[in-house]
């Protein structure tokens, strides 16, 4: 080599130019693969860039966002130091098998990172599609990703080993229990990816509820792990994405894309105010408007009956009449039915469930038009805080607990 008989024309000792040599040698061979990496890292971000520019897709642009043009350039420099290492490492064979390893290792690490930031890309651009963007894209990434790494290792340790590759992946068959072990979390969490996606149970952007988590709130991301949920306080939930297939959720899905949110609500009525409705009481309620003419057919009705039975009409239980009850129903769902923010394409029902110790439930059964969280529980405030003042006009009492001034009011009573 020049450098080496000239600095052997010197007098230097043989070992002492040989190291000197090599030395040099290998300063200038990192140098040009420095340049040469920089060079075509910036030729590849130009014509990249205006490549990305003149097409429609972004899939481009994500992957000079993801940084691929300079995970290419790193080739060209391994590549070269290739085709130089004979004549790098001409004085010392030696070290040639290990620089090859080494370059060898360094593609193989180059080829996995080149195809993460492809995967990454199609990823985000995925996101962004109609088709694809509630779906769990994270997921298959990283399922392909492992499996890249895993081949990736394979290969990085026949190399270095000398082993073929199948006689590895024999031994790795009988380590099969210990692999199924170590990477169960991320086998159950796939399984559950491919039946998450094939059932279409959650998306990204869903309202879901798990009480178990204390999750509530719209999913952010589905991954091959966990599921991440955005809970109305800002606050992120990480569930275990295995969980939506073993455990009980509630997914809002439905009454989003319905015409309307439900509303499921009972009021107590104090079953001991519930009597008969006299004559000038029903002529009393025939004032309130919704009332009116539901009353008046009423009265027809029921006279009409009990005129041709002959009841006698001495007792009030005979025969039939109207209760305070009934009227209170009838007026529940006229008033549902008038109601701007009820949707009166969907059903609307007002009934009586069986009695518990605390009084005789009556269920408002409906849908409001309106179905964002803030909007919906101001008309279910302003349509019970109507019912609830109500009440009194139908001779009605709402049940609830004695309170302190209750007992106090009873004490006094007694004394």
Known sequence: MIFFDYFKSLGWSKELA????????????????????????????????????????????????????Q????????AFLFIVLPFWTSHFPSLRNPLHLVLEILIVL??????????????????????????????????????????????IFSLITGKEILNLLAAMGAL??????????????????????????????????????????????????????????????????YSFISDAFVNWRGMSNSDGRRIKRSILIKTSSIRFVTDQEADQLKSVELMTERISNRQTEINTYNQEHQIDKSLAINGRNLTNMGLFRFYVDAYLNQHPM??????????QLPQTPQGTPLE?????????????????GNVFDHLFAALPYFMLELYEYPTGSDLKTFKKDLL
Request: with cysteine; aromatic share 8%.
């Open 18 to 69: 040989q190291n000197t040599d090599f030395f040099i040698v290998t300063i200038a061979v990192i140098l040009v693969a420095i340049v040469l990496q920089k060079v075509v890292r910036a030729v590849l971000i130009s014509v990249l860039r205006r490549l990305a520019v003149k097409t429609e897709s972004n899939f481009d642009d994500f992957l000079i966002a993801e940084r691929l043009p």
């Open 364 to 380: 408002i059964y409906a849908f409001s038009s309106d179905k964002r969280w803030k909007e919906y529980e101001d008309i279910v």
């Open 110 to 155: 180059s080829v996995l990172t080149m195809a993460r930031r492809v995967l990454m890309a199609l990823r985000d651009s995925l996101k962004l599609t109609p088709t694809y963007g509630d779906k769990p894209i994270d997921s298959y990434v990283q399922v392909l990703m492992i499996a890249l790494w895993v081949i990736g290792l394979v290969v």
């Open 342 to 351: 009820i949707n009166h394409d969907m059903m609307i029902m007002c009934r």
């Open 176 to 241: 099969s229990a210990l692999i199924l072990l170590i990477f169960k979390d991320l086998i159950l969490g796939f399984v559950a990816s491919i039946q998450i996606a094939v059932n279409d149970l959650v998306r990204i952007g869903d309202w879901i509820t798990i009480e178990k988590y204390g999750a509530d709130g719209d999913v952010i991301e589905i991954n091959l792990s966990t599921v991440k949920v955005q809970n109305f306080d800002k606050t992120i939930t990480s569930v275990p994405t």
């Open 71 to 78: 995970s290419l350039a790193v080739v060209v420099p391994i």
